[in-house]
């Protein structure tokens, strides 16, 4: 079973950056895709970036594109967004993911396991 648990959130104005953490408690050949994922109330929850823990490559949504940084760190088995430039409807709940998607990367169904989420407020 894989335990992802996220840190790092918090609240920033707008033009502000945040850095979330996401630690994997152990790898399996099923969670070596990792992703983050965000739900702002009464909206459906939308992949934000992906990446692939062996190769590197990454996945962003058009939305957070130049503005967000996915990266890893496999000895530390830990995953970072880095968020820069925010603004106000990036507020939402931050999830992390991992899986092995067969289909979009940035769908959330393609994802098994899921950490409990941190959130992110950003003020104008």
């Known amino acids: 079973q894989v335990h992802l648990v996220e840190s790092g959130g918090g609240s920033v104005q707008a033009g502000g950056s945040l850095r979330l953490s996401c630690a994997r408690s152990t790898y399996t050949s099923n969670s070596n895709a990792m992703g983050w994922f965000r739900q702002a109330p009464g909206k459906e929850r939308e992949g934000v970036a992906a990446?692939?823990?062996?190769?590197?490559?990454?996945y962003y949504a058009d939305s957070v594109k130049g503005r967000f940084t996915i990266s890893r760190d496999n000895a530390k088995d830990t995953l970072y967004l880095q968020m820069n430039t925010l603004k106000p409807e990036d507020t939402a709940m931050y999830y992390c993911?991992?899986?092995?998607?067969?289909?979009?990367?940035?769908?959330?169904?393609?994802?098994?396991?899921w950490g409990q989420g941190t959130q992110v407020t950003v003020s104008s």
């Open positions: 993911a991992a899986g092995r998607p067969s289909g979009s990367w940035l769908s959330s169904s393609e994802y098994r396991y």
């Open positions: 990446i692939w823990t062996g190769s590197g490559i990454t």
